[in-house]
């Protein structure tokens, strides 16, 4: 039988690479260096896309592809896919919620701790002598006790707030509607009314069209001086212009980010700021989680092609 012709929009891990290659004929877009002609000449053979999170499917390529049946994303975020056109043509769309969970909500709180405690600075401290020359490392602030903000209290926000339980913090939430499950936590609807109560806000949304910069400069004047934003969900939640501004009139105190608009390039501004704490959107890098996200990736599409239903369907 012909193994279907399907887009790989992004490299994965070697181990990924393997057998999706050996059940599927791969066309590399990320390797082309002349991406309309690539599309032009392999587009009409496509059947699938497999994508990463962050780099979705435009509606462009979709468009390219007219036998497209399924996009499959590494990624529990499908916001860089071009739904619209999706339903508009009835492809599929899969997406690996769940297995990365865990993962993304510890590299939150791991943000929290590093930069409350001040740990990469501390280090550089001891590494360049200074500790020996000068002294003791300046003082940072505590985490336990204090008051944490989870904006969107779904998979990712509920792993959050149930390990900042574990250093006795004060947890609120906003969300679309009060969640049963957040048993001791306080509801707040507004944004801002949640950033005012918080020393620590959390970023934990689901990206769409409706969240785009529903963290604004009221948000963030809310936060205020003595607050730290941390976002590990999508850059599109956070008005980042008013975000560096923040950051440099110290309006705002701290800032922990794995994710950027443009990522990987980031606006320098964010290089020149002492109280930020930048990461290359690794939250579901590790071994463990990304091997089971590529497995779902697969399983997605090998169970697409054999008329099984979706593990993981969106759309
Ligand atoms: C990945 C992600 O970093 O889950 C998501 O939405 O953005 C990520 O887990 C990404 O898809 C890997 O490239």
Known sequence: MMKPTILQMGAYPDWDEAPLN??????????????????ADCGPDIRAI?????????????????????VSVYGVGYDAVDLEACRARGV??????????GDVADLGVAMMLALSR???????????????????????RRVWGRRAGILGLGR??????????????????????EKPYADGWSFVTDPVDLAERSDFLFVTLAASAGTRHIVNRAVLDALGPEGTLINVSRASNIDEAALIEALQDKRLGAAALDVFEGEPSIDPRFLALPNVLL???????????????????RKNLDAHFAGDALPTPVL
């Open 156 to 177: 990712i926000g509920f792993e959050v707030a149930k390990r900042l339980q574990g250093f006795g913090m004060e947890i609120a939430y906003s969300d679309i509607a």
């Open 118 to 140: 001040g740990v990469v600075g501390a280090e550089a401290w001891v590494r360049s002598g200074e500790w020996a020359d000068k002294g003791n490392y300046p003082l940072q």
């Open 92 to 101: 599929r769309v899969t997406n690996t919620p769940d297995v990365l969970t």
């Open 22 to 39: 050996q059940s599927y004929d791969v066309r590399r877009y990320f390797e082309a260096p002349d991406k309309a002609a690539f599309l």
């Open 279 to 297: 990461q290359p959107h690794q939250a579901s890098g590790t071994v463990e989680t990304r091997k089971a996200m590529g497995a779902l990736v």
């Open 50 to 70: 497999a994508t990463r999170g962050e780099l979705g499917a435009s509606a462009e390529v979709i468009a390219a592809c007219p036998k497209l049946e399924i």
